[in-house]
């Protein structure tokens, strides 16, 4: 009796049906009980667990036609199909005009049905079908095909099959359920979900309530959720705006005036070539005004500076590539805006010709902010700096003296993380006269950009960079959606 009182209602009705016929498959239990064959299964796991009822696995393996597999279903394989179009020899060139052409071809040289020749194709006399077409023809005209012969791998690494697992259950019933049955069982309807008048009145004393056992793991859900990157890339994207940035977007592809030109990096800079940059064959005319920017190259222009020196070439400013950094975006955005006060961001995709490993992409996420205003300052700059990195979940932050091209003072920020001490998180500075000046920008502009992948690899534990972009599912249902930082 004690036992009876520890089972639920389902356990109880399972036992019942498994009575009479001792052993039986899912599928036909779940037809006795009337419910679904995955509720039955679930029952019979949970009566396994008290040893009155055994459950077999079975696994078995078929593989059946994918849709190209059944455009060819009743007709052969593609290189039947073409060898049975001619006769004895045909011409190559009447012989591609085959829809099928591209596909069989390769596959009747290498099963040695024809040979080509100055060429003319000619059947050899050889074209006994293979274990890959016996398989084919069984599939064709069975749906499936079993069995793991060599014609079935030949099709599944030729995409004409695929394997399609099917997983069936027998649920035995144990000495100790019969005993339980002989016993006898009070098959009265439980109650799963209370009434308030039931818990009001007190009825709920005399009710035979469900059983819960709150021990056992629930089976676990997957809701839909964002990728762990895109998330970050939205964090940070909601900090800034925060902050009382607005956010900038432009196109991937710049000219090398934009990208490089205007921001005072000289047209010999190592970044300007072949093994850093991606050059395309494009070529943008150059802005009116570029002009201040030559003179700024060659002396210095209308300021006290002296330029690069040389002979500043047009035609190499006007040439476009894969946007390097978005402090492009964000120059021609001061240009577009001279007017105080402006503070913008961008978060965009940047392309380098980096050799690929754990740490380096060749195309990767960058966060660019600037601010102009009148009378910023460098202090100013770190204090935004420090403020968007501890929002970001980085207490300690310091800054050590760089160097850019383009601004000057220069810093490079670093935060603090367990057990890898200061790591490098981008660079900031003010830019340049130089940059300002020929642009017709009046006021200080303080500028930083971030590498986001190293952000990421810090904040999701990663150690190799690669991984943010590839689809592993298991990653992205075990990553938590709210890292606790903020």
Not at 52 to 69: A, M, P, Q
Request: negative net charge.
């Amino acid at each position: 009796m004690g036992c009876d009182m520890d089972l639920t209602l389902n356990e109880k009705r399972l036992l019942v049906a498994l009575e009479p016929v001792g052993s039986v498959d899912a599928a036909t239990l779940a037809d006795l009980m009337d419910t679904r064959q995955e509720a039955v299964i679930q029952y019979a796991n949970l009566a396994r667990e008290r040893r009155l009822v055994d459950v077999e696995k079975h696994v078995s393996r078929r593989y059946t036609l994918t849709e190209e597999g059944q455009t060819y279903a009743g007709r052969g394989l593609p290189e039947r199909q073409v060898l049975e179009s001619f006769d004895d020899e045909i011409p190559m060139r009447d012989l591609q005009a085959h829809p099928l052409a591209r596909i069989a071809i390769g596959w009747m040289r290498k099963k040695g049905w024809v040979v080509i020749k100055n060429g003319i194709v000619r059947k050899t006399g050889n074209a006994t079908p293979g274990p890959d077409e016996v398989a084919f023809a069984q599939a064709s005209e069975n749906g499936a095909v079993t069995g793991d012969e060599e014609g079935v791998f030949d099709l599944l690494r030729r995409g004409l099959v695929q394997e399609v697992e099917a997983v069936a259950y027998t649920v035995s019933i144990t000495p100790q359920g019969r005993e339980v049955l002989a016993r006898g069982l009070d098959l009265q309807a439980e109650v799963g979900t209370l009434t308030r008048d039931q818990i009001v009145s007190g009825a709920w004393r005399d009710l035979p309530l469900r059983r819960y056992d709150v021990t056992k793991v629930p089976k676990r859900a997957y809701p839909g959720k964002t990728h762990p990157y895109q998330r970050l890339l939205d964090e940070m994207r909601r900090v800034l705006l925060d902050m009382g940035f607005s956010e900038i977007a432009g196109g991937i592809v710049q000219s090398s005036f934009w990208n490089f030109d205007a921001l005072f990096q000289p047209q010999d800079h190592p970044a300007r070539e072949m093994q850093d940059t991606f050059f395309l064959g494009e070529r943008w005319p150059l802005p009116e005004g570029y002009e201040r920017v030559r003179d700024m190259h060659e002396h210095g222009g209308e300021t006290s500076s002296t330029g690069w020196g040389g002979a500043w070439n047009a035609a190499k400013a006007k040439q476009c590539v894969l946007r390097t950094h978005t402090t492009s975006l964000s120059i021609q955005h001061l240009v577009e805006h001279p007017d105080p006060p402006v503070k913008a961001f961008c978060i965009g995709r940047v392309y380098r010709r980096e050799a690929t490993d754990p740490t380096h992409l060749a195309e990767f996420e960058q966060l660019e902010g600037v601010v102009m205003d009148e009378g910023v300052n460098f202090a100013h700059l770190l204090g935004f700096l420090k403020e968007f990195y501890a929002k970001m979940g980085f207490e300690m932050v310091r800054f050590r003296p760089g160097y850019f091209p383009y601004t000057e003072p220069s810093v490079e920020p670093e935060v603090h993380v367990d057990g890898l001490g200061w790591v490098e998180l981008g660079g900031a500075g003010i830019f340049r006269q130089e940059v300002t000046a020929p642009l017709g920008i009046e006021h200080p502009v303080l500028a930083w950009g971030l590498g986001i992948s190293r952000v990421a690899m810090l904040r999701l534990g990663l150690r190799d960079l690669r991984h943010l972009y590839r689809s592993d599912v298991e990653w992205i249902r075990d990553t938590p959606t709210y890292s606790g930082r903020r």
